[in-house]
């Protein structure tokens, strides 16, 4: 009797084909607990950090308090009222505060950076599953939310620093500057000095708190990198593309359009090439799909730079390839060793 049920499961299995569990990514496993990562993030995000409370002084350091602290403790409340294991021990909500913290400027006022971390940890991630099911980085929803409500909030209140802190003033972003010059005068005057390619670099300028300092951004990445917690392949293929299509553009009318070098240098293009569009969950998992991913990236934030309604794209191009992972993963997924031979034998 029970060799005749265990040939009866056999047989149900063999017409039924082999059952998975299938589920949301990333289906790839290294050994590394979740909490291992995060830190790893968070240690490369620190000296960005650090320099942002420098320039923009203890402001920058409310910011990025009220932030992490509120992602910690809405994602914990969340899932208290759920009845879910409450999980903020690996990490994951305190590095989307910073992440968000370093998204917004050192202006802003506590009650919107809540609104801001409850889009984000909230309706971004735990509305679709909690970590591993969000199918948008949840800080760049928190951070596209409080830029489409409040504006002025988000792009006129933007402070740079003068003598490494000594006195601050209220002005735009580079991206801005250029944006206004283009609309005022019909073409812009983008010829960088030395010194103002320097301070562009190390950050002394205006912008949010953590998109300011391109060399230790890219310290940042090369550590993430080798340390095996991101590849090279969307970085550079998200820097490149903005780079070849802005030189593109200033190529055939250099009045118009600044050239690809000023586009690689100012706005948020390294701490959303490095930390935001690497994000595992919303990114595709395969070489060719993260390349692919990186050139839409680039291609969708020249776009909203040059003829968009804001002056900076970065969080709308990650968001919207964040759209099209699925699709880029289906037809970019190697074909398993032996689909062929079977193919043809069918």
Sequence with gaps: MEEKKEREVRENLDEAGPRFLVSSSPHIHDGRRIGDIMRLVIIALVPASLLSIYLFGLRALFVIAVSVGSAVLFEALWQKMMRKPVTVGNMSAALTGLLLA????????????????????????QFYG???????NPALVGRVVLLIAFAEQMTARWVTTSAWGMSAVTTATPLGKVREALLSNGRIDVHLTRQETYDLLIGNRAGSLGEVSVILLLAGGLFLIAKKVITWHIPVSFIASVWGMAAIFHLVNPSRYADPSFHVITGGLFIGAFFMATDYVTSPINPVGKIIFGIGCGAVTVVIRLFGAYPE???????LMNAFTPLIDRYTDPAVFGARKAKAAS
């Design 130 to 136: 909690g970590l591993g099911y969000n199918i948008f």
């Design 102 to 125: 370093l998204n917004l400027p050192s202006t802003s006022p506590w009650w919107m950076i809540l609104v801001g971390t409850f889009f984000a940890i909230v309706i971004a991630k």
């Design 313 to 319: 794209g970065v969080s709308f191009a990650i968001l």
